[in-house]
Nanobody
Framework: VQLQASGGGLVQAGGSLRLSCAASGRTWSNLSIGWFRQAPGKEREFVGA????????LYADSVKGRFTISRDITKNTVYLQMDSLEPEDTAVYYC???????????????????????WGQGTQVTVSS
């Protein structure tokens, strides 16, 4: 499985960005997709995730109400719409996939990094004040 994250950039506080995570090598029904971020000097943290079914989506409290995860199966892509961005959202954002072959269940949206099997390369998001 290969993951390609894109869409990062520089935006002013209050602005929006949409990140994309394109997957290849497995069908979406076999993958739960998660978004994580890592700011300089900080540990990688969970942002949000969508289950294999697409019916369960979870968010970290810090982004709830501002970020939205969606999926386009026809394009093999998961999106992270980020609105009302704050300087504290500045980080490298990663998408990750948890595969059914390693036990990820249909309605599970994993929230910890060690539950994921594959990682994309990351995309930088910088929010200026």
């Amino acid at each position: 499985v290969q993951l390609q994250a894109s869409g990062g950039g520089l935006v002013q506080a209050g602005g929006s960005l949409r990140l994309s995570c394109a997957a290849s090598g497995r069908t979406w029904s076999n993958l739960s997709i998660g978004w994580f971020r890592q700011a300089p000097g900080k540990e990688r943290e969970f942002v949000g995730a969508i289950s294999r079914s697409g019916g369960r989506i979870l968010y970290a409290d810090s982004v709830k109400g501002r970020f939205t995860i969606s999926r386009d199966i026809t394009k093999n892509t998961v999106y992270l719409q980020m609105d009302s961005l704050e300087p504290e959202d500045t980080a490298v954002y990663y998408c990750a996939a948890a595969d059914s072959r390693t036990g990820t269940r249909w309605y599970v949206a994993p929230t910890t990094a060690n539950e994921y099997d594959y990682w994309g390369q990351g995309t930088q998001v910088t929010v200026s004040s």
